[in-house]
């Protein structure tokens, strides 16, 4: 099958022609369609994550259609169509998995990280950890929920039940979260990269009340924020924004260093918090929300080849919604 592989973290991907892998107990051999290129793996990439399994295809927002079934498999059928999702195995046994927070797992691998991903033709995924698409998908619309979607969905239930959201970096989870925030009527407040004036409209497009650069004021007190932008300085702006007992959710998986600030701005019980994956729960809540909004994703497709292409424009701030390989075409 055809792969485009990590060697080396910092170099670019490589194009290459590998064994199609095997599906093993309770495993699915999948025939991918689509896979979103999700920030987490410009991280992985770029070397700002620092343990992937090397060589590495990468890529954890896959939708595909089930090409073989490993032993023991249950839940899915040949031909079925199904979402891979992040989180790809937990151990089911340590603390925070005995407690509902498999998210946080001692021993979790992760797709297109500690596992194979989606950057390729086929790949295998442990059926627990598999999602049904709604038909009302089409394969490249669907893979941004697998990660913006659920991730995106966990920040916004961190963030409680406030009504002023702010947003900050109106990217692939933020053009989703803000659907369904609005969705439960409550109001977006978007915040860009400064002089973003294109990020504004699409912002404000998808229904957010208010878009503005992060050096802006929104013109209400905020009862939460969630910061997807990989930008540490964001945080102790959004506390300066939220009013008592408003969260600040950090919904990355990488951030750069948060300055120091005045206990003034977090005191009145405002806290912050971040987000570490997903469980399988927030995956089956939000793939059984998404159609009901419904939440339509924006996508720009390319070949699985321009991969590299991708994560560049990805990484220039150049992709309105998601970036998705389309695969097997
Ligand atoms: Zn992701
Ligand atoms: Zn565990």
Request: charged share 20%; glycine share 10%; net charge neutral.
């Amino acid at each position: 099958m055809l792969a485009m592989i990590l060697d080396t973290p910092g170099k670019p991907l490589r194009k290459a022609d590998v064994p199609t892998p095997k599906p093993g107990p309770g495993q699915l051999l999948i025939r991918v369609h689509a896979c979103a290129v999700c920030r987490t793996d410009l991280h992985i990439v770029d070397g700002e994550l620092t343990h992937p399994k090397l060589p590495l295809i990468p890529g954890h927002e896959i939708v595909g259609t089930i090409a073989e079934l490993g032993k023991e498999v249950t839940r899915f059928k040949i031909g079925d169509r199904i979402g891979v999702p992040w989180l790809g195995w937990t151990c089911g046994e340590c603390a925070f998995c005995k407690n509902g927070q498999e998210n946080l797992c001692d021993k979790a691998r992760f797709t297109g990280y500690t596992l194979d991903g989606g950057y390729a033709e086929y790949t295998v995924a442990d059926q627990r950890f598999c999602f049904s698409i709604a038909d009302s998908y089409s394969d490249a619309e669907a893979a941004p929920l697998l990660c913006a979607g659920m991730i995106g969905y966990r920040s916004l239930v961190k963030a409680g039940n406030g009504k002023r959201l702010g947003i900050y970096g109106f990217g692939a989870a933020a053009h989703i979260v803000a659907q369904v925030a609005k969705y439960q009527q409550r109001e977006i407040y978007a915040f860009t990269r400064p002089g973003d004036e294109e990020a504004k409209n699409f912002a404000l497009n998808l229904g957010a009340v208010w878009a503005g650069g992060s050096n802006e004021l929104p013109p209400v007190k905020l009862d939460a924020a969630i910061i997807f932008a990989p930008a540490g300085e964001l945080v102790p702006q959004a506390l300066k924004l939220v009013g008592k007992g408003g969260t600040v959710v950090c919904g990355g998986i990488h951030m750069s260093d948060i300055p120091s600030f005045p206990y003034s701005i977090l005191w009145e019980e405002r806290s912050i918090c971040s987000v570490a994956n997903l469980t399988r729960r927030d995956g089956e809540e939000f793939m059984t929300l998404a159609p009901k909004v419904p939440v339509r994703t924006e996508v720009e497709i390319f070949p699985l080849e321009e991969a590299n292409e991708a994560l560049h424009r990805l990484k220039s701030g150049k992709i309105q919604g998601a970036a998705v390989l389309a695969i097997n075409r």
